[in-house]
């Protein structure tokens, strides 16, 4: 075959998932990773962003402009794209509880980029469903969370018809331990949920409604089994045609066409020889793009130190020249589907639509997806699923090289750095901003952003599409803390089931199990009643898996465990200790902002006279920090490379004891 | 654990009375510690509380129902509903342990939560260590412990057989919780395995045509006049989910308190009890062994009831005839 003549497909969407410090910093970096390939925007905002608080609630303390890049209101969305033409880019913003406005931010700075509405291109990730059961931005209770999701749908149908309104997502679903079985089954059905409240809603002529379901698109996850996640893509593509089809009977097959993004799996990235983890993101990678028929539309890919911290320029420069090389230096594009045919293929794409289909019966059994996210159930199957993953690691059965097994390694020049490999973010990012957004509040017309306001009111109370009102308060120069303020007043809160009353899974190693067991209610009978344990999510961080986990074991080990779920205030997290007259307080922090809310933490125990209970932590820590916090009078730190939960509990077990003064190894 | 001097028992008898939260929490890990010191200094402080609790301030409420019902988001309700009319409120909330562990996920605490920081709310949890069938013995005296430091005093627990009793012989009024569309509170109401409590109420009200059928298939099962005489059981409705109705549970929980009070009741009703769990937790620390060397079940009831003196005294004092050659069952 001759090289010139061969047609080669275009190549997916190349993103790299940033943002960080301030709308100026992240801009620069918007600009320097265009300019070397990238195809598209994706824009990570600050927890303070995306839970809705402004930059300087106190709840914001210690998280603006940590994960992501912090806006506050159209100035910061103005610098954020500066010299970044609106029409002709393609945004990702993934936002969800605020999406509707972040997206109305959007509109307003293409208004003043001279650019029409009509013409933006982008997506807003907009699936509130799937953050009460993995991602943990949520704000409102699921219902109302449901109509602002519909609400920005059908806004977008009508007015900015090449935007795509919802993500509906399933990376986050593997991320929290789903199977391939239920990410296909819960993503589905959350696609249902809200094509069922798109149509209920009325917002749609039914003629037009074909549109609304062609908009639909996905975030779904690829793991390291890349043939079971090859036929996973498969499978999830001919059971949307056939959803689409038979429940809202489309027959254009162009809308019927299961569009889909992909960030690889990042739960499996290690801490350990961090290095492999190259090798596993181009794995991952080949899952979603060997199949021409069930190929990505837009593949971002995490980084080799993501167990570590943040990733540095460098890294994802890195990680996008995987992409690079897949699409143009191999001869995949060069060929139609290479697996069309093939038995062994069929056949596991089958077993995945069966498996898929049987949970969704079960999900509408249980009341439907809406439903099933406050009652629990799915949330206990994710917990229990992710359970059973670690139960297997800790077994041997499930093999992670340089985890639990192959271990020994040279020393590695990677980590060897004067950063240690990671991203620091300017500690005086927080401090600017809030500074600027003061600045800003001061200098802009307060009746105009009063009638805003009550216009926003009056359409969330009153159930108007909430988009209008949202555009109007974002020229207004309302503030982000402002909109979702509102709209908290008319909504309210929400806590979301926590999953972790799972029945027992079988223990990986059942003799050391045993042994903690024992040494548990041991120390239990020393001091005179069983030992409390308290698990606490300090501040804006959502990441649940290891607090769940730990709870779970630390109930089949023997402890009597106090956990609320994500989100508290160190001082929630003080009182609750103190109540409940535990005998030990374990933090997770996985968002950076441990320094700030294990010193939050400290003062409140002293204040109401609680500090001799001891305090551990566990999560992304890096060693520096760790040390730091030992020096203050942290027990123990834990993190990503802790994977063996009996020494975990066990060295939980040794605080306990020294703490109230019994042998340390008793 | 060992208290020191200044937390002598009158101290912290004082400081639970005058609503320290210190004090009651240490007070709580104090009456759960099974160790014989701990027992003996639990007693004492016992004791002294009692010398605080001659005006019965605060109303003691059972919440049973079957898993599910909604007692937890009820119960929050209930504490923004007190809150709001400026009283304190504490907690017990009583959760299952795992047989095979011992290990237990106290749940209830996530939906009782009303978000803002509040000294006026105080919630413990206890797993339910279930012996006998019943409430853990720990329940009562910790009971005693929040009603002196709280207006409203809550117990929730997962209310089957043994130990709804037991709830029942607890509390100065007892709510049952009843879970739409499940027909089991109506025949458990029918066969009288249910006690009859003093407020029943259909919870998930928003459910509609389900709630309101169970609503009146309770209120044709039900004897309205409630074994005690004098009180009609009211069958009411709430929604936790939408706040409907607890203003009414509330002022109908509140009746039954004036009721017990205006007919001095109160005192009475709680001595009564309190000798059944005194007996409970002499069996429970000393086993059978060591209430029949106090002469046995009948006659140590018969005794405890009929004296004059306080309670807690005296359960000191057989304490301590009981320590001097102790029996320990727990070996
Ligand atoms: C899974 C994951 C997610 C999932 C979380 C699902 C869930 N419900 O937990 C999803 C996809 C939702 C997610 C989202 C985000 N993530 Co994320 N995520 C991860 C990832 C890949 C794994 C974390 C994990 O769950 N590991 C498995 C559990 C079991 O391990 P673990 O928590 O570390 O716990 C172990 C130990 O640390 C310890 N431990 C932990 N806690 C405790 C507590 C106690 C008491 C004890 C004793 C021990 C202990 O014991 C455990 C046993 O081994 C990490 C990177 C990595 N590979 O570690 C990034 C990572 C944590 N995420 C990150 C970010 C930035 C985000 C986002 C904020 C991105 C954004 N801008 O929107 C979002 C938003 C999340 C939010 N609301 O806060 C960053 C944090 C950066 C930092 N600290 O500087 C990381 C490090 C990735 C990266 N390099 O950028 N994420
Ligand atoms: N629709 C509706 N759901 C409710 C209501 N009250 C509680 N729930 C839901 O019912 C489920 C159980 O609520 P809980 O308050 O935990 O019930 P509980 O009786 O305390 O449960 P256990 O302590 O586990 O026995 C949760 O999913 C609640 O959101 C209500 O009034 N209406
Ligand atoms: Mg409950």
Redesign the pocket.
């Known amino acids: 075959m001759s090289q010139e003549t061969v047609k080669r497909d275009r190549p997916w969407l190349m993103r790299t998932?940033s943002?960080h410090s301030s709308a100026s910093a992240s801009n620069e970096l918007y600009r320097t990773n265009l300019s070397r390939g990238q195809t598209g925007l994706s824009v990570?905002?600050?927890?303070p962003t995306?839970?809705g608080y402004d930059s300087d609630h106190p709840l914001a303390h210690g998280e603006v402009g940590?994960?992501?890049v912090p806006i506050n209101h159209i100035g910061d969305m103005e610098t954020l794209f500066e010299q970044i033409p609106l029409a002709q880019m393609n945004t990702s913003m993934?936002i969800n509880a605020t999406a509707p406005w972040l997206l109305a931010l959007y509109v307003a700075v293409a208004e003043r980029q001279g650019v029409d509405p009509s013409q933006l291109q982008g997506t807003t990730q907009n699936d509130v469903l799937k953050?009460y059961?993995?991602?943990?931005?949520y704000i409102f209770p699921p219902e109302p969370s449901v109509r602002l999701t519909t609400d920005l749908i059908a806004y977008t149908v009508q007015h900015i018809p090449k935007w795509n309104p919802t993500n509906i997502c399933s990376?986050?679903l593997q991320?929290?331990g789903a199977t391939p079985t239920q990410e296909l089954a819960y993503a589905l059905s959350t696609a249902m949920a809200i094509l069922d409240a798109v149509q209920a809603s009325g917002q749609i002529p039914p003629e037009r409604f074909a549109d609304v379901v062609g908009r639909i698109s996905f975030f779904v996850n690829a793991g390291i089994r890349f043939v079971e996640e090859t036929c996973k893509l498969r499978a999830f593509s001919r059971l949307w045609d056939t959803l689409t089809g038979e429940r809202y009977g489309v027959t254009d097959p162009k809308q019927r066409r299961f569009r889909y993004g992909v960030q690889v799996?990042?739960?499996?990235?290690?801490?350990s020889q961090p290095e492999n983890n190259v090798q596993r993101i181009v794995l991952e990678m080949l899952s979603v793009t060997l199949s021409k028929n069930a190929r990505a539309r837009a593949i971002q890919l995490?980084?080799w130190?993501?167990?570590?911290?943040?990733?540095r320029p460098w890294d994802q420069q890195w990680a996008l020249r995987m992409q690079q090389v897949l699409a143009l230096e191999t001869d995949l594009l060069e060929y139609g589907d290479l697996l069309d045919g093939s038995p062994v293929v069929e056949a596991k794409v089958q077993e995945l639509m069966d498996g898929a289909k049987a949970e969704m019966a079960r999900v509408e059994a249980h009341g439907g997806m809406v439903a099933c996210v406050d009652n629990g159930y799915i949330k206990r199957e994710l917990v229990q699923s992710?359970t059973r993953r670690?139960r297997n690691i800790e077994s041997g059965e499930l093999k992670i090289v340089g985890v639990n097994c192959f271990q020994e390694s040279a020393e590695s020049p990677l980590t060897a750095g004067e950063e240690s490999g990671?991203?620091k973010?300017d500690e005086r990012a927080e401090r600017e901003q809030i500074a600027s957004l003061r600045a800003f509040r001061a200098a802009r017309d307060k009746d105009r952003v009063e009638a805003a306001l009550r216009q926003l009111r009056d359409a969330a109370s009153g159930g108007d599409n909430i988009m209008p009102a949202s555009i109007e308060c974002a020229r207004a120069g309302v503030t982000t803390g402002e909109w979702s303020e509102v709209l908290r007043t008319v909504f309210g809160e929400y806590r979301a089931p926590t999953g972790i009353d799972i029945a027992p899974v079988a223990p990986g190693d059942a003799a050391a199990l045993e042994a903690v067991r024992a040494r548990v209610r041991k120390t239990g009978e020393a001091l005179g009643r069983p030992l409390r344990?308290l698990?606490?999510k300090p501040g804006?961080?959502?990441?649940?898996?290891?607090?769940?986990?730990?709870a779970v074991k630390g109930r089949d080990a023997g402890f009597e465990i106090v956990y609320e779920g994500?989100r508290l205030t160190p001082a929630q997290i003080a009182r609750a200790a103190q109540e409940e007259g535990v005998h030990l307080i374990?933090?997770?922090?996985?968002?950076?902002s441990h320094l700030e809310l294990v010193q939050e933490i400290s003062r409140e125990l002293q204040q109401i006279g609680a500090s001799d209970i001891p305090l551990?932590?566990?999560?992304?820590?890096p060693e520096e920090d760790a040390q730091r916090l030992q020096a203050q009078g942290l027990k123990?730190v834990?993190?990503?490379?802790?994977?063996?939960?009996n020494t975990?509990m066990n060295?939980?077990v040794t605080i306990i004891r020294e703490a109230n003064g019994l042998e340390p190894a008793g | 654990m060992s208290l020191p001097e200044a937390d002598s028992p009158p101290a912290c008898a004082a400081a639970i009375a005058s609503g320290d939260r210190a004090a009651v929490a240490n007070a709580l890990n104090l009456l759960d510690d099974r160790r014989p010191a701990a027992r003996r200094e639990a007693a004492a402080l016992l004791a002294h509380l009692q010398q605080h609790q001659d005006k019965p301030g605060g109303q003691l409420i059972g919440i049973t129902g079957p898993p599910g019902a909604g007692k937890s988001t009820l119960s929050a309700s209930l504490i923004r509903v007190w809150r709001r009319r400026g009283l304190r409120v504490a907690v017990l909330a009583v959760d299952p342990s795992s047989p095979i562990s011992g290990g237990a996920l106290l749940g209830d605490r996530l939906r009782m939560q009303t978000s803002a920081v509040d000294d006026g709310v105080f919630v413990r949890s206890l797993s339910n260590r279930g012996q006998f069938g019943g409430l853990s013995a720990e329940v009562w005296p910790m009971s005693i412990v929040m009603l002196a430091g709280f207006d409203m005093v809550l117990i929730e627990t997962v209310g089957v057989g043994q130990r709804e009793v037991d709830v029942a012989r607890l509390c100065d009024t007892t709510c049952y919780v009843a879970q739409p569309g499940s027909g089991d509170s109506v025949q458990f109401l029918k066969a009288g395995i249910l006690e009859v409590p003093h407020i029943l109420v259909v919870n998930k009200s928003d459910m509609g045509a389900v709630a309101t059928r169970t609503l009146s298939e309770l209120e044709s099962a039900l004897h309205r006049t409630h074994p005690d005489g004098h009180w009609q059981v009211p069958v009411l409705a709430t929604s936790a989910a939408n706040g409907t109705g607890i203003e009414a549970l509330a002022d109908a929980l509140e009746q039954h308190y004036r009721l017990l009070q205006s007919r001095n009741e109160l005192v009475s009703r709680r001595r009564s009890y309190q000798s059944y769990w005194l007996h409970k937790r002499l069996l429970e620390e000393f086993g059978t062994a060591g209430v029949d060397r106090l002469g046995g079940e009948e006659q140590l009831l018969a005794e405890l009831q009929a004296q004059d003196m306080n309670l807690f005294t005296q359960y000191e004092t057989l304490r301590r005839r009981l320590d001097q050659r102790p029996i320990n069952t727990r070996e």
Not at chain 1, 44 to 47: E, I, M, P
Not at chain 1, 638 to 645: A, Q
């Open positions: 998932y943002g990570a905002f600050d927890l995306q839970t940590k994960v992501g993934t953050e059961l993995s991602r943990g931005t990376y986050h991320e929290a799996n990042s739960l499996g990235l290690t801490e995490p980084a130190n993501e167990a570590l911290g943040l990733p992710h670690l990671i991203m973010v344990l698990i606490g804006l961080d959502g990441h649940s898996n290891g607090a769940e986990q730990i994500i374990g933090l997770s922090v996985l968002s950076g551990v932590i566990g999560g992304i820590i123990a834990f993190t990503p490379k802790d994977v063996d939960m975990i060295s939980m």
